[in-house]
């Protein structure tokens, strides 16, 4: 859902000028990178990314 609304912003910023655009585009990039490292941090944890990702892929 987060990342709908980050969608939503992003869209939104197309509006508004270049350096606006750019603003955005970065914190929002920012956001993600977090979001992405906490959940690595929380499989991580949890021993579910332990097998480096690539359980069930052979």
Known sequence: METLVDGL???????LGKSQRVILTIALTLEVLCLGLSVNAALTKRGEWASGGSRGCG
Not at 9 to 15: A, E, I, N, R, Y
Request: glycine share 28%; proline share 0%; net charge neutral.
């Open 9 to 15: 912003l992003v869209g939104l910023g197309v509006t």
